[in-house]
């Protein structure tokens, strides 16, 4: 397997413009995490879902961030409209169980830059 | 192991000498904790994971203890080579959730 796949690595955007991040799990994985990366704050959940169902968004910082996952292959995470704060490392990461039983595997992320 | 504001805690050490990277948890009901390391631009990747029911466990030239009493987990790196460095983190999951809670993390320096 190639484990989760993210797209794109690096993405600039300007403020006031929609961001979509997207995410391959790994396949057969039942969980699927949402994470942002910054110096300040560390790893940050997000969001997760459970057989592409969204269990706790709980994490996801305002309205303007929204997450789907249309199948058991693909989510999104989207950022409408985009600001400076939002810069950050993203990244997708998915597990068997959920994590208290199993590790996550994580992807690459993606590295985003709005200006 | 935990940082402050916005400087990671560092760790440099010798190629070959022995590290130990610590990390004070914050909640008493966890149950579950890992080590991730994070190379640059890369994604954490897992090391070792250890349950509450145990204090100690061992995989391949790293260690990992757990002092319930203190809340404290430390991760120990035998021989560390430069291929060591990154940024290690600890994560601890309470029982009856899905989700781990990460910590700040602590940077490994490996010099030659």
């Known amino acids: 397997d190639a484990g989760v796949i993210q797209s794109p690595r690096h993405e600039v955007t300007e403020m006031g413009q929609e961001v979509t991040l997207r995410c391959k799990p790994i396949?057969?994985?039942?969980?699927l995490f949402w994470y942002r990366q910054t110096m300040m704050r560390g790893l940050e959940l997000l969001i997760y879902f459970n057989n592409n169902v969204p269990i706790d968004d709980s994490g996801m910082p305002e309205d303007r961030f929204s997450a789907k996952m249309p199948n058991a292959s693909f989510s999104t995470l989207k950022i409408q409209p985009s600001e400076p704060r939002d810069s950050a490392v993203y990244f997708c990461?998915?597990?068997?169980?959920?994590?208290?039983?199993?590790?996550?595997?994580f992807g690459q992320g993606t590295r985003l830059t709005v200006v | 192991g935990e940082s402050v504001g916005l400087h990671l805690p560092t760790l440099s050490v010798q190629e070959g000498d022995n590290s130990i990277i610590n990390c004070a948890y914050s909640?008493?009901?966890?149950?579950?904790f890992i080590w991730y390391k994070q190379e640059s631009g890369k994604g954490p990747q897992f090391i070792i994971d250890i349950r509450s029911n145990m204090d100690k466990r061992q995989g391949q030239r790293v260690t990992v203890l757990l002092n319930k009493t203190v809340k404290h987990l430390s991760l120990q790196i035998a021989a560390t080579q430069p291929g060591d460095s990154a940024v290690y983190f600890c994560a601890e999951n309470l029982s009856g959730y899905s989700t781990l809670t990460f910590g700040k993390g602590t940077m490994l320096l490996v010099s030659p």
């Open positions: 990461a998915s597990s068997l169980a959920g994590q208290g039983r199993d590790e996550a595997f």
């Open positions: 396949s057969g994985h039942d969980y």
């Open positions: 909640n008493s009901a966890s149950d579950y």
